[in-house]
């Protein structure tokens, strides 16, 4: 079975901190997504990686940074947290490299509350 | 972008009652993937189907690709059931995978 971690469940901090949520795949998969979930708005795409070192902006990057040095592992960067970041970050991870034509598997989620 | 609707927002079901869950998308997609969210969050993926029916036990879908529908069907409901339903939907040459505001059902025993 596929495996999807995220560093932490919950996750509280200050405005104008720097925070880093760290998630890693252990299927060797080519993609990697981070999204947030926020009520009535679904999921959104903030940025993808289709392979080591590449990164895509998806809907809403603004605010945010991604690393992917290895291919394990996809960081989701919040150079100054504000308040309006507060929301539920979901990673997933699939197969195929260039396109998402194939199965997301999703991580637990790190919810983020940000005061 | 692609526009991802799924109806109903919300659903309240009796257990062992049927339900049927809608996704409408605006455009032409060559990934449709219906996911369950349980309570905890965790988002678990149940089908991947651009087009056709399959079916996984009380679980089926049917994507009617030419009018841009895709159906999730739920039979003899259990509480189990319950959480969040999403759709979400990849549009031709996109990395872009656009998702649904989802349906939340609530089976009562």
């Known amino acids: 079975d596929v495996k999807v971690t995220q560093s932490s469940r919950y996750l509280v901090k200050r405005t104008g901190e720097k925070v880093f949520l760290e998630c890693v795949q252990d299927?060797?998969?080519?993609?990697m997504f981070w999204y947030r979930q926020d009520p009535g708005l679904g999921l959104r795409l903030i940025y993808f990686?289709?392979?080591?070192?590449?990164?895509e902006k998806g809907d809403i990057p603004e605010g945010y940074s991604v690393s992917r040095e290895k291919k394990e592992r996809f960081s989701l960067i919040l150079e100054s947290a504000s308040t309006n970041q507060t929301s539920m970050y979901l990673c997933?991870?699939?197969?195929?490299?260039?396109?998402?034509?194939?199965?997301?598997?999703f991580g637990p989620g790190t919810r983020l509350t940000v005061l | 972008g692609i526009q991802v609707e799924q109806s109903p927002p919300d659903l309240i079901l009796q257990e062992g009652a049927n339900s049927t869950l809608r996704c409408n998308f605006s455009?032409?997609?060559?990934?449709l993937q219906w996911f369950h969210q349980n309570p905890w969050g965790q988002l678990i993926n149940l089908f991947y189907?651009?087009?056709g029916t399959k079916q996984n036990g009380r679980l089926s879908a049917t994507t009617v690709a030419t009018e841009r529908y895709s159906l999730l069907y739920i039979s003899s409901s259990q509480t189990t059931d319950s959480g969040v339903y999403f759709c979400?939907?990849?549009?031709?040459?996109?990395?872009?995978?656009?998702f649904g505001a989802g349906t939340r059902l609530t089976v009562k025993p």
């Open positions: 997933a991870s699939s197969l195929l490299g260039g396109s998402s034509t194939d199965t997301q598997y």
């Open positions: 299927m060797d998969h080519e993609n």
């Open positions: 455009d032409s997609v060559n990934n």
């Open positions: 189907i651009p087009s």
């Open positions: 979400a939907a990849l549009l031709y040459n996109n990395n872009d995978m656009r």
């Open positions: 990686s289709y392979d080591v070192k590449m990164k």
